[in-house]
């Protein structure tokens, strides 16, 4: 079965330094993709980036890259420079193709709640 | 392009009582699927609906349904509600390309059942 993995329930940094949230994730699928969505105390989901199980780069968006290790199953996201902006929820979400190459649902992770101090 | 708009975006309703929620997704996005988050059960998928259809269904009970029209646009029903079923409610939509198809997601529905 589908699983994703966050082993930081909570994380602080400083501002302006990097942060790396961790995430593994469970499936005997080839084909899936990973993503990553910040959700602020407002409650809005915000795609950050995104990692297909074929991309061989490592997916970048401004501040934001994933560290996808296949063999280890691991899709972790880097903050780079992190803001006081970036204090949110962030979840760690798998889709996997269903038959006939339709989208499947998204399996989330539990979320880590990140702190950038001032 | 506007973003994906829920409806209502607060909702107190009773022990027994339905209650429907909207969701318009981003022009052009065919697919809208919705998810129920809670503090014990994190994000957990509800159904997926593409060009009117049901495509997809994840562990819920027959209370909770769906449908989406022809403009794409998607309601979520309810019945009988329980106190457990307080909850944020989420929509999104997407093209529904391939796996690496985004998915948007709406500002949510906070519903609570008292």
């Known amino acids: 079965a589908q699983k994703i993995t966050q082993t930081q329930p909570g994380m602080f940094v400083q501002e302006k330094e990097a942060v790396t949230l961790d995430c593994t994730y469970d499936?005997?699928?080839?084909?899936?993709?990973l993503f990553w969505y910040k959700q602020p105390s407002s409650g809005e989901m915000i795609f950050l980036i995104y990692?297909?199980?074929?991309?061989?780069q490592n997916a970048t968006e401004g501040r934001y890259s994933l560290n996808f290790q296949k063999a280890r199953k691991s899709a972790n996201l880097v903050i780079s420079a992190s803001q006081l902006g970036d204090s949110a929820m962030y979840f760690c979400?798998?889709?996997?193709?269903?038959?006939?190459?339709?989208?499947?649902?998204?399996?989330f992770g539990k979320g880590t709640k990140l702190s950038v101090k001032p | 392009k506007a973003g994906v708009t829920q409806t209502p975006r607060y909702l107190i309703k009773t022990r027994g009582q339905q209650v429907t929620l909207s969701c318009s997704p981003i022009?052009?996005?065919?697919?809208v699927s919705w998810y129920q988050q809670t503090p014990g059960q994190g994000l957990q998928f509800l159904f997926e609906?593409?060009?009117?259809?049901?495509?997809n269904k994840g562990n819920f009970p027959g209370r909770f349904s769906g449908r989406q029209f022809s403009n794409s646009r998607s309601e979520m029903n309810v019945s009988t509600l329980e106190l457990g079923d307080s909850a944020l409610y989420l929509c999104?939509?997407?093209?529904?390309?391939?796996?690496?198809?985004?998915?948007?997601f709406g500002p949510g529905t906070r519903l609570t059942v008292t």
């Open positions: 999104a939509s997407s093209f529904s390309g391939r796996a690496g198809g985004e998915q948007y």
């Open positions: 609906y593409f060009s009117e259809t049901q495509r």
């Open positions: 990692q297909g199980s074929y991309d061989e």
């Open positions: 979400a798998m889709r996997e193709m269903n038959y006939g190459g339709s989208q499947g649902n998204l399996i």
């Open positions: 499936t005997s699928d080839q084909s899936y993709g």
């Open positions: 022009s052009g996005h065919r697919s």
